[in-house]
């Protein structure tokens, strides 16, 4: 099963408020405005860089299943991750889902 939907054509970027709604059942990620686009960040740590790694490789996996991708960010002991919607200029619900989609795959929740 998909975890993002097609955007339909009228679609559009989430406002703050619709963002802080979607994302209230989130553990650790954060709304940040970079660029006038809101998107949702979190920062996983890690014992090392071997492990922040194979955590973006994971998250890789999964974005390319998906064909929706995030910006990852690694170093020693953490892995940044970054998710929007390039077409919108913001953050769609399908950002929201693969969010949670990144806990449950790595984590099992």
Aim: proline share 4%.
């Amino acid at each position: 099963m998909s975890i993002c939907q097609p955007l339909p054509p009228d679609a559009r970027a989430l406002l703050e408020a619709e963002a802080r709604t979607e994302m209230r059942h989130l553990e650790g990620w954060q709304l940040r405005r970079r660029d006038n686009i809101w998107l949702l960040e979190k920062t996983y740590v890690t014992a090392d860089f071997r492990q922040s790694l194979a955590l973006a490789e994971r998250i890789a996996r999964l974005a390319e299943a998906e064909q929706h991708h995030p910006e990852i960010t690694l170093a020693w002991g953490r892995c940044t991750v970054r998710w929007w919607t390039t077409r919108l200029g913001g953050l769609h619900a399908n950002d929201v889902r693969m969010a949670a989609a990144c806990d449950e795959y790595l984590y099992g929740e």
